[in-house]
């Protein structure tokens, strides 16, 4: 049979002889590497202060245990869905799970930061490769009706899951064994998904003989990577020195060409024509300033609980459920409110809520007392998350083209991550900075230091409000598909799903 023809089936018939795997075995195996994928970016919080003990990381360093995953994850999780469109969901479901596994092997075996750091950035790509194959696989494995949007749920409660029990899971890992097993652990339950899979999973594609944007993932992956570790350099060099301004010069630099590679090439990454659409460029604006103050949340409340006040691992991890279980309540919640209130008004109040949880956070003392400086602020803070992403990436989408829906949602969650990745940076920089300035490494000093990042992030969330009340389109759109680790839901609560949707990141990351 020509290949134009096998490219553009969307799913192959079982060979001669052969029985199509059950519907629920399908499902759980791609809900499974959705876990994975979702669970390793928050079970390593709450094992950073271990890691640094015994890797001997630096303070400013080890923001990079979380940004190196998250940054190679953002730039590279739009080529790896066109990369299963093209050559098939199962392959690079296999290739990036296989990917995932190995990288999580190495990562718990590092004896050194810098080799900790690269599994992780690998552990970031096999996840962007494997991460987006896996709701649609979902969606091809069980036909349209009621017993999909079962199946869409349950890969969506799965996600959400896996972010929310990552601080639990890994406070009971470093506590009983120690800080390797929360990678460790991915490796014989990657091992055993990836047998299954191999041996289960149906293939099916959807290309249409386009190339791949290889060096446009490149470029945005190195360029954002280049700028962070720019502004990392601040903390010690100053904004001045030739050791900052050269790597942000060239962060700039890769940037800039990534953009001109764009706009020149066939079948860009990121078609830049989209962003012509003010719901579109306006939502993912919105979504890169809130990403860059929420994505740091889970970061310092970690460090803060375990540096400042002296909790274990799994203390610390049992301390942010609340506001693990905040971030799914304003998820689910945000669906029900905007038939009603407006899809703007819906992602102005929950940013506001969270404004005021981390004002609340940045009065944090030494001593802190864990209902009014740890949970009830840490709740309004991911409640305003939950209830802000789903409105945000129903206005991107409803700003789209139908066939374009899918990618628009990609490219919501990659700004999301993005603006969590330099965020990050900032935020690490800003707080130990001001630590250095109170007194290095004592609890008062640490304790000032986060407080500044809190603050920051405040200030940063209520100009994200300004923006979303100046630019956001006015109009009560319908919930998209597939936008991510919130349910994607009609006014009546069916879930509703695009089969080109693309997997995505969640805030409780």
């Known amino acids: 049979m020509p290949r134009a023809a096998d490219a553009s089936r969307t799913a192959r018939p079982p060979r001669q002889g052969s029985t199509r795997p059950a519907a629920w075995l399908v499902v759980a195996l791609a809900c499974a590497g959705q876990f994975l994928v979702v669970l390793d970016v928050s079970v390593v919080n709450v094992a950073l202060p271990s890691m640094r003990t015994d890797l001997d990381m630096s303070a400013s360093g080890l923001q990079w245990v979380v940004n190196a995953y998250a940054i190679a994850f953002a730039g590279f999780m739009l080529l790896g869905g066109r990369a299963g469109d093209l050559y098939g969901r199962k392959r690079m479901f296999l290739v990036g799970l296989a990917l995932f596994t190995l990288a999580s092997l190495c990562g ?36 349209e009706g009621a017993a999909r949007a079962r199946a869409i749920a349950t890969w969506t409660a799965v996600g959400a899951g896996g972010g929310a029990a990552g601080g639990l899971v890994g406070g009971v890992l470093v506590d009983t064994l120690s800080w390797r097993w929360v990678l460790l652990i991915n490796v014989p339950i990657g091992a055993v998904v990836l047998a299954s899979s191999l041996r289960w999973l149906p293939e099916s594609r959807a290309g249409d003989g386009r190339r791949l944007d290889l060096p446009g993932a490149v470029l945005v992956t190195a360029g954002l990577g280049v700028l962070a570790y720019g502004i990392s350099q601040t903390e010690a060099e100053g904004w001045t020195a030739a050791a900052t301004l050269a790597p942000l010069a060239a962060g700039l630099a890769l940037i800039a060409l990534f953009l001109a590679v764009e706009a020149r090439t066939a079948a860009p990454l990121m078609p830049l024509g989209l962003f012509r659409s003010r719901a579109v460029s306006s939502a993912n604006a919105a979504m890169f300033l809130c990403g860059s103050a929420m994505f740091c949340m889970w970061f310092f409340m970690t460090l803060y609980a375990q540096n400042v006040l002296g909790y274990t691992p799994l203390e610390a991890g049992l301390a942010l459920v609340p506001s693990s279980l905040a971030v799914l309540l304003g998820s689910k919640s945000a669906p029900r409110f905007m038939p009603l209130l407006g899809a703007r008004n819906v992602a102005v109040l929950g940013t506001l809520i969270a404004a005021v949880g981390f004002g609340w956070q940045s009065q944090m003392t030494a001593r802190g007392d864990y209902l009014t400086e740890i949970m009830f602020p840490g709740i309004l803070m991911m409640l305003g998350a939950g209830l802000t992403a789903t409105p945000l990436a129903a206005l991107a989408t409803s700003g789209a083209a139908p066939g374009e829906a899918g990618l628009v949602s990609g490219l919501v969650n990659t700004s999301r991550t993005m603006g969590g990745s330099l965020g990050l940076a900032v935020m690490s920089t800003i707080a130990a900075a001001r630590a250095a300035e109170s007194g290095g490494s004592t609890p008062e000093a640490l304790t000032a230091g986060y407080a500044l990042a809190f603050r920051t992030g405040a200030g940063v969330l209520l100009g994200g409000v300004v923006l979303m009340a100046v630019w956001l389109p006015w109009r009560r759109a319908a919930v998209p598909a597939a936008v991510g680790a919130v349910p994607a839901a009609s006014a009546d609560g069916d879930v509703v799903v695009d089969a080109e949707g693309a997997a995505s990141t969640s805030f409780e990351k």
């Open 108 to 143: 718990g075996l590092a004896q050194d930061g810098w080799q900790l750091l690269l599994a992780r950035a690998v552990q970031g790509l096999g996840a962007a490769v494997l991460a987006p194959s896996t709701l649609t696989i979902v969606t091809s494995a069980v036909p």
